[in-house]
């Protein structure tokens, strides 16, 4: 594990400071996993620890959520020499365009970047049984403390336990520090 945050701090993926999280809570740490998927090397050693703990687990195909999982899906695909497809959003759910195809039957692992509900991860499971898929894993880059458990192995690198707070409980409110909102929301509808 600390070799791995190693990786997230060579890169500055751990912000400090007052950030608006996705949802809508404030907090004084945000990860922005952007950092990490801008280093290609980087991701190609982090993808690596997943296939380490993967290897006993039989893999037709990787899928992940668009934005965050796209690149992460590629790489973790590429190691594998499986194919590697990405989930979007269509008028707010989660689907396959681009003739992407999951076969009924197919071993399916879900990758995505950040966990903080895991919301869009159990999207991507239901679509993926929705098909006949099975999903076999799901790997993350980080848990932000969030208790969250798909019912198969599951795999974050890095789990962090970010504090956040309501508008109006928040001490960096209290003491006026100017806010930042580094999601990617806009990118998600
Ligand atoms: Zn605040």
Redesign the pocket.
């Known amino acids: 594990m600390t070799e791995i945050r190693k990786y997230f701090d060579e890169v500055g993926a751990v912000l400090s400071g007052?950030f608006q999280l996705t949802s809508g809570r404030?907090s004084d740490t945000y990860i922005q996993c952007a950092r990490v998927l801008e280093n290609p090397n980087v991701t190609e050693k982090l993808a690596e620890y997943w296939c380490q703990l993967l290897s006993n687990i039989e893999v037709d195909l990787v899928i992940g959520p668009a934005v965050g999982g796209i690149i992460l899906s590629y790489e973790l695909g590429r190691q594998m020499k499986k194919k590697a497809i990405f989930a979007e959003r269509e008028d707010g759910k989660l689907t396959l365009r681009r003739s992407f195809q999951i076969e009924p039957g197919e071993k399916v692992v879900v990758v995505e970047d950040v966990v903080t509900t895991g919301g869009s991860v159990w999207e991507t499971m239901e679509l993926v049984k929705e098909k006949g898929g099975e999903v076999v894993a799901v790997c993350t880059l980080v848990d932000r403390g969030s208790n969250f458990n798909p019912g198969v192995p599951y795999f974050p690198l890095l789990k962090v336990q970010v504090d956040s707070?309501t508008?109006e409980q928040?001490p960096?409110?209290q003491k006026g520090v100017p806010?930042t909102a580094p999601g990617s929301r806009g990118l998600k509808k």
Request: hydrophobic share 40%.
């Open positions: 007052h404030h707070f508008k928040c960096l409110c806010i």
